[in-house]
């Protein structure tokens, strides 16, 4: 399949989602080999998870920017043809009326 193809909406879903594993598995090695502390107790997993979260966001936001822009222009089309879909509907039954 061809990147035309894809939705931009599934294919910046796809590429946070990328974004945030790859931070969850660089920082899960570096809690492994001790370069981070570990969390307190049993909380290691939640502990590594919280700080990909953290880390990804920015990433995510500064990488993917084109991505983002091009999510929103296929939602902004989307929602102006149901506007005008709605607005026909309203027409048509002021006219029935």
Known sequence: MSDSK???ALRYTLMRLGIFA???LALWGLVYLRVL???LGDSNLLWVLVLAVVIS???SFVLLR???EAMAEQIAV????AKS??????????GAV
Do not use: H, M, T, Y
């Open 6 to 8: 894809i939705s931009p």
């Open 57 to 59: 966001a920015p990433l």
């Open 37 to 39: 502390p570990r969390g």
């Open 78 to 81: 989307k929602v102006d043809r």
């Open 22 to 24: 790859g931070c969850f």
């Open 85 to 94: 879909r709605l607005e026909s509907n309203r027409s048509q039954e002021d």
């Open 66 to 68: 084109k991505q983002r």
